[in-house]
């Protein structure tokens, strides 16, 4: 199968692609050449690469175009992030492929009602991040049922994996939060540390969009949940990395306008995004339609993440 993936030197593309050489698949990676994949595999030596600037080329209105030119029988979309985007991406593949395959997240739900979330409760995005996403999903699943074109979108939660700093129990991303904790250093927490974040491993992720890919049949028109099987809360998830690093908890508490205030106001502006969504999603959809079983749990995600970092160098404890 001919298979062109955008934007596939991410966290997720690092993944995906080497189980997509694997799996036989024609590989061609479309990305702005500006980084090299997070996890080397030598299935890369398979891919043919081509460096492309989608902004640049949608402004010209031929990106969808030079895509479809590329004669795919399935495209992978890693890096939409607007309607327009989208739209011309799918008017140039309409009837020219046999699955597009779009990567969404879980924030285009807002604030969790009934926990764990489906992906059947009704959209209350914020943010323009949400928002957009929202919109994509809205159309290409509308345009799956209404007019045939072969969309699936699949909503990962917060991506982990080797090569970066995940998302820590203060709900941002200071890795030096993780050597506080492996030091048996206090740890402040917004409000009572009891609002949630749903990790994913990169390499679940990219299992999920494997099974998208051999289920299509009942794949196509729908969204999926591409998490770990459970969420943890702030307290949760900082109380088990204590105990992993050896160490007595020691936390404290301090309501959101004073927390605020404790950090820089990048930490504070990505801890509020994700405490005010806290997540907790379920994966019974994607279980049940593409036997999607995550291999990881959003801890072991983690660790794994942590282990890295300290063997690199870039945490010290």
């Known amino acids: 199968m001919r298979t062109v993936i955008i934007g596939g030197k991410g966290h997720v593309g690092s993944y995906l692609v080497p189980r997509l050489v ?17 996890i080397p595999n030598g299935a890369w030596k398979a891919v043919r690469q081509i460096t492309l600037d989608r902004v640049a080329e949608e402004a010209t209105g031929s990106f969808g175009a030079r895509v479809r030119d590329l004669r795919p029988d399935l495209v992978i979309d890693m890096i939409c992030f607007t309607l327009d985007s989208a739209r011309q991406l799918a008017e140039a593949l309409r009837g020219q492929v046999q699955l597009l395959l779009h990567c969404g997240t879980i924030w285009v739900h807002g604030p969790s009602m009934q926990v764990p979330t489906t992906e059947e409760q009704p959209r209350h995005p914020f943010g323009d991040y949400g928002i957009r996403k929202a919109e994509i999903e809205s159309y290409l699943l509308r345009e799956a049922r209404v007019n045939g074109l072969p969309a699936v979108v699949l909503h990962p939660g917060h991506i982990v994996g080797q090569g970066w700093a995940p998302l820590n129990p203060a709900g941002h991303f200071n890795a030096q939060v993780f050597t506080r ?55 949760g998830y900082a109380e088990a990395m204590y105990a992993w690093f050896g160490q007595t908890v020691r936390l404290s508490f301090t309501p959101w306008s004073m927390w605020r205030t404790t950090v820089s106001e990048q930490e504070a502006g990505a801890t509020w995004d994700h405490i005010a969504h806290s997540p ?38």
């Open 181 to 235: 904790i492996a030091r048996g250093e206090e740890l402040n927490l917004p409000n009572l540390g009891q609002e949630t974040v749903h990790h994913v491993h990169a390499d679940d992720v990219a299992q999920a969009f494997m099974q998208a890919i051999s289920h299509w049949s009942t794949a196509v028109g729908e969204s999926f949940h591409v998490v770990s099987p459970q969420a943890l809360s702030l307290r």
């Open 22 to 38: 694997q799996a036989g698949h024609e590989v061609t990676c479309i990305t702005r050449g500006q980084r090299e994949p997070y």
């Open 280 to 317: 907790n999603c379920s994966i019974a959809k994607a279980q049940r339609l593409l036997a999607y079983q995550p291999r990881y749990s959003s801890l072991q995600a983690v660790q794994e993440s942590v282990t890295w970092l300290i063997e690199h160098g870039v945490l010290t404890i």
